[in-house]
């Protein structure tokens, strides 16, 4: 609750990496709701509220959001483009929902990086945001993801989850990483040279950058298909998407080793 800027940990649902919320929160309502996802964004998110049977709409930003949606999705900083909206910005959003039970759903997987404090602020009934552990952390395998709302539906999510979702081990290191000042400090610095330096390397072999986090760098290439296999071919995986020709998503390389064979390859 520190970490994220939450009010307490009774609005905090600990779950199995927020894969895991992002498929059970379209089931804890009636099917039929009207989702506004801002997009493109994570696919998994518009994917899980069809799945569910409620009606998605996607949308360009929170500002087309209003009384005819219910759910408005947004992650903030957004996957790919890294496109932030501030908490005035998505609140004034949320209050313009409809229905009965209106609820802003904030994707915060990417925000730990920039210390940015959660929207949810534990109080709001309108608000819900996701914090992934991994991304930020790392220990992917470990299976961790929290969601910040408020008490009566932070219980209503722990419920539909199930007792023992979270495994001990996960729990005792997501606790001391979450409360490891010095680490959480050092790695945003290292975090930011590095987004930096990647971008020197990229705009230096002539590709665009377009946006992204400290996590990851969106760049535009003149065929993004034909870029993410020539590199592929030398054992550098990195992410084109099937509604742009031209974007191409690199994550942070790791030792000096990798940052050499990504220079050569491009």
Avoid at 88 to 113: I, K, M, S, T, Y
């Amino acid at each position: 609750a520190r970490h994220v800027g939450a009010a307490g940990p009774e609005g905090l649902v600990p779950a199995p990496g927020t894969q895991a919320l992002i498929q059970w929160l379209p089931r804890l309502r009636p099917p039929g709701a009207r989702v506004a996802v801002v997009s493109p964004t994570y696919n998994e998110h518009a994917a899980a509220w069809a799945e569910a049977g409620h009606a998605v709409r996607p949308i360009a930003g929170p500002e087309d959001a209003g009384p005819d949606d219910d759910v408005l999705v947004v992650v903030n900083p957004n996957n790919p483009d890294g496109r932030r909206w501030t908490a005035p910005v998505l609140r004034d959003a949320a209050a313009r929902l409809g229905g009965p039970d209106p609820l802003l759903v904030a994707d915060e997987a990417f925000a730990d990086p920039d210390a940015t404090p959660t929207l949810a602020d534990g109080e709001n009934p309108r608000l819900l945001a996701l914090r992934s552990f991994g991304k930020f952390f790392g220990l992917a395998g470990l299976r961790l993801g929290i969601a910040v709302t408020t008490p009566d539906r932070a219980r209503t999510l722990r419920h539909a989850l199930g007792p023992w979702c979270v495994s001990g081990p996960a729990l005792a290191v997501g606790a001391a990483a979450y409360g490891d000042g010095d680490w959480i400090a050092a790695t945003r610095a290292r975090l930011a040279a590095d987004a930096a330096r990647l971008d020197g390397l990229l705009t230096g072999a002539g590709l665009a950058v377009a946006g992204g986090t400290a996590l990851f760098r969106l760049a535009h290439a003149d065929d993004a298909n034909a870029l993410a296999h020539r590199l592929a071919d030398q054992g550098i995986l990195v992410r084109a998407f099937p509604y742009s020709g031209q974007w191409v998503r690199f994550g942070l390389p790791g030792p000096d080793a990798d940052w050499d064979r990504l220079a050569a390859a491009l």
